[in-house]
């Protein structure tokens, strides 16, 4: 459904928001270990997060990425638009260009109601929701 990109972004932030919790800041390799992805490929996701202000870091021995009370409130929406750009809201299940109302591949009508559904859950929870959810240790974040 997602890029691999995006599965790893959504599960960084989940992990960095635990470890502010907690008061910490959390380098680039832990991140890595605590989410079960390769160090440069977390080191990119994790750039073009800060780029867009939804994660902040500190340069230096107790630096690190970090996420401030606020940020708690950062859809996944927020997330998956900005490490997979708006396809969700309008690709083709399928990949077609051309697949919309007027001309519309065969699982249009029912993928729309799926991603109806999809794009509700992104838009209506948070970090902080999900940072709840595994405080509550009734869910996991690594495999």
Known sequence: MFSKTCEYGIRAMIFVA?????????????????TGAPEHFIAK??????????????K??????????????ISLAEIVTTLDGKGIYNDCVLGLKACNEKTPCPMH????????????????NT?????????????FLVN
């Open 45 to 58: 996701i994790m750039q073009e997060l800060g780029r867009k202000k939804l994660v902040h870091s500190i």
């Open 109 to 124: 009508q029912q993928y729309k109601e799926v991603k109806k559904g999809l794009i509700q859950m992104l838009e209506e």
């Open 127 to 139: 970090i902080g929701d999900f940072n709840r959810k595994l405080d509550s240790g009734k869910y």
């Open 18 to 34: 635990q470890k502010s919790n907690e008061g910490f800041r959390i380098s680039l390799k832990d991140i890595a270990k605590g």
């Open 60 to 73: 230096g021995p107790n630096g690190g990425f970090y996420l401030d009370p606020p940020d708690m409130q």
